[in-house]
């Protein structure tokens, strides 16, 4: 019922930018829905899945301390997609990102994980 297609990583050096997408689509979005909260986690090798950013719906945001001021969240309600613009990239930033979008509709909830996109950063 949603589908979430990331987009934008890649490999850059130390300092560079990157700029990751993930649109949602499905059935789900030809009915009355909201879009509470969208984020992005990253999973590094060895490590758990960690929150890097999140948005709510009215907009707040919040960030892992280790990206703040780094990075940028961003959504387009009327393109169901969120958006990370990440700068300043360090090599400790390397992993798996991930988006992740909580919808209701009809007062129910679903919780969506897209595939993961891979950042690296060299040094």
């Known amino acids: 019922q949603v589908q979430l297609v990331e987009s934008g990583g890649g490999s850059v050096q130390a300092g560079g930018s990157l700029r990751l997408s993930c649109a949602a689509s499905?059935?789900?979005?030809?009915?009355?829905?909201?879009?509470?909260?969208m984020g992005w986690y990253r999973q590094a090798p060895g490590k758990q899945r960690e929150l890097v950013a999140g948005?709510?719906?009215?907009?707040?945001?919040n960030y892992a301390d280790s990206v703040k001021g780094r990075f940028a969240i961003s959504r387009d309600n009327a393109k169901n997609t969120v958006y990370l613009q990440m700068n300043s990239l360090k090599p400790d930033d390397t992993a798996v990102y991930y988006c992740?979008?909580?919808?209701?509709?009809?007062?129910?909830?679903?919780?969506?994980w897209g595939q993961g996109t891979q950042v690296t950063v060299s040094s």
């Open positions: 499905g059935s789900i979005f030809r009915s009355i829905f909201s879009i509470n909260t």
């Open positions: 948005i709510t719906r009215d907009g707040v945001t």
């Open positions: 992740n979008i909580y919808v209701v509709s009809w007062s129910k909830g679903y919780d969506s």
